[in-house]
């Protein structure tokens, strides 16, 4: 059974730091594209974050240099570390996995198949 269970979310003042976890079960991580989506209130989702097949990140320009993602293959977990998280951050992100994730005019296009439950990112002061 295919199961997404993020962790790590929580309450940060801007300019903090957080790491979110994804442990991941039922495949491995070299199977799918791999990473983060998240979906603000009253906005829509969009990709943060996500791995390719081929190994490349891809960053939306609105993370590049603050947000970086990557992987434990012996603990088949995907991680983002958050780094000087501002109040737009804010959002539910979830872990995400699916045939393919590529970058395009400053945005992640992540086709996902599968994710987890989420988990809550609150970046206020």
């Known amino acids: 059974q295919l199961q997404l269970v993020e962790s790590g979310g929580g309450l940060v003042q801007p300019g903090g730091s957080l790491r979110l976890s994804c442990a991941v079960s039922g495949f491995t991580l070299d199977r799918y594209a791999i990473g983060w989506f998240r979906q603000a209130p009253g906005k829509e989702r969009e990709g943060v974050s996500c791995i390719s097949s081929g190994s490349r990140r891809n960053y939306a320009d609105s993370v590049k240099g603050r947000f970086t993602i990557s992987v434990d293959n012996a603990k088949n977990t995907v991680y983002l570390q958050m780094n000087s998280l501002k109040t737009e951050d804010t959002a539910v992100y979830y872990c995400?996995?699916?045939?393919?994730?590529?970058?395009?005019?400053?945005?992640?296009?992540?086709?996902?198949?599968?994710w987890g439950q989420g988990t809550q990112v609150t970046v206020s002061s």
């Open positions: 995400g996995a699916g045939p393919r994730c590529t970058y395009s005019s400053g945005a992640v296009i992540f086709l996902r198949d599968y």
